[in-house]
Nanobody
Framework: QVRPVESGGGSVQAGRTVKLSCVLTGNTNPSFCMAWFREVAGKEREAVAAIENDGKITYAEAVKGRATISRDRATNLDLQMNNLRPEDTATYYC??????????????????WGQGTQVTVFS
């Protein structure tokens, strides 16, 4: 069983930077499609950014220019968010699957999810 494990997050002042990390544990495949999503209570889970099996990167419009997703080895995924805004407050989830044929920024494309890490941005 593949399990993403997130770390990072916390309370951050608006305008500052946060870095989140994710490591895949368990029976890992050498090629994964991986992504970050975020969720606010009562709202639909939304995509932040994804890296596909071939290294293609896609960002959601809401974070373009402020987010950087990167992968170190096949199983380590980072997300750096700059110039944070209060509306970035959410639980951030790392997701993975063997491919993203359903869409790299589509939540149902991913079978494996982490427990989430909270990011709170205060003014």
């Amino acid at each position: 069983q593949v399990r993403p494990v997130e770390s990072g997050g916390g309370s951050v002042q608006a305008g500052r930077t946060v870095k989140l990390s994710c490591v895949l544990t368990g029976n890992t495949n050498p090629s994964f499609c991986m992504a970050w999503f975020r969720e606010v209570a009562g709202k639909e889970r939304e995509a932040v950014a994804a890296i596909e099996n071939d290294g293609k990167i896609t960002y959601a419009e809401a974070v373009k220019g402020r987010a950087t997703i990167s992968r170190d080895r096949a199983t380590n995924l980072d997300l750096q968010m700059n110039n944070l805004r209060p509306e970035d407050t959410a639980t951030y989830y790392c997701a993975a699957d063997y491919s993203c044929f359903r869409g790299a920024l589509v939540a149902r494309a991913y079978a494996f999810w982490g427990q989430g890490t909270q990011v709170t941005v205060f003014s």
